[in-house]
């Protein structure tokens, strides 16, 4: 059975610090996405990684991916209030003859303190 | 550009009775899923369409739920009857091809609770 596990599972961090979700998945996948869900909310995509040693950065969220080791990072650098949201990986499986669909990991609740 | 729509946004049932949720996806998109989110976990894929045909629904319980895509535009999911456990938000998400790359849209959800 797929798994896909995130840690931690909540964080609360200060503001100006920098932390590190990590996301670890079962199975062979070379495609690999990060969302973000605000309370309420639907989800946001923030990155796509496509391919072994993918990264992608935006403002003070940076991915990457990493498909020999089945893990994928989210580093938040210097966090502010704003970035406060619960974030998901989430995986598609390659699975020759498959539908291609996307499993989601547990997700990391993010708290930044001012 | 207009994003998934998706209604109603909250419903209150009791158990054992039905219920409905709509969804319209972004125009063009071939591919629509439904997915449920039950509090503190991740998204589960329940459904996903190509156009108007089923290419996945091995974790739909299809004693109680189904979902149409008609006309391969917009897509209904139906709880028949529905038990304590389906209360979730409800999520539909359309992309232009499944996931090969291309970002795939989040509607807003519809957020069940079953008394």
């Known amino acids: 059975e797929l798994k896909v596990e995130q840690n931690p599972l909540f964080l609360s961090m200060q503001e100006g610090k920098n932390y590190t979700i990590y996301c670890n998945y079962s199975t062979t996948s070379d495609r690999l996405y990060w969302y973000r869900q605000d309370p309420g909310k639907s989800l946001e995509s923030l990155f796509v990684?496509?391919?072994?040693?993918a990264v992608k950065q935006e403002g003070r969220l940076m991915a990457s991916l990493d498909t020999k080791a089945r893990l994928s990072t989210l580093h938040i650098t210097a966090a502010v209030h704003d970035l406060s949201a619960t974030y998901f990986c989430?995986?598609?499986?390659?699975?020759?003859?498959?539908?291609?669909?996307?499993?989601f990991g547990t997700g990391t609740l993010l708290a930044v303190q001012p | 550009e207009a994003g998934v729509a998706q209604s109603p946004r909250y419903k209150i049932i009791e158990k054992r009775q039905s219920v409905a949720f709509w969804c319209n996806p972004i125009?063009?998109?071939?591919?629509l899923y439904w997915y449920q989110q039950i509090l503190g976990q991740g998204p589960k894929l329940l459904i996903q369409?190509?156009?108007?045909?089923?290419?996945?629904d091995s974790q739909l319980p299809k004693d109680r739920f189904s979902a149409e895509r008609l006309k391969g535009v917009d897509s209904t999911l139906k709880i028949q009857p529905a038990k304590l456990e389906d209360s979730a938000v409800y999520l539909c998400a359309s992309s232009l091809e499944p996931w090969t790359g291309v970002k795939a849209f989040f509607g807003q959800g519809t957020r069940l609770t079953v008394v």
């Open positions: 990684l496509l391919s072994n040693g």
């Open positions: 125009s063009g998109h071939a591919t």
């Open positions: 989430a995986v598609v499986p390659r699975k020759p003859g498959a539908t291609n669909k996307l499993i």
């Open positions: 369409f190509q156009n108007n045909g089923v290419v996945d």
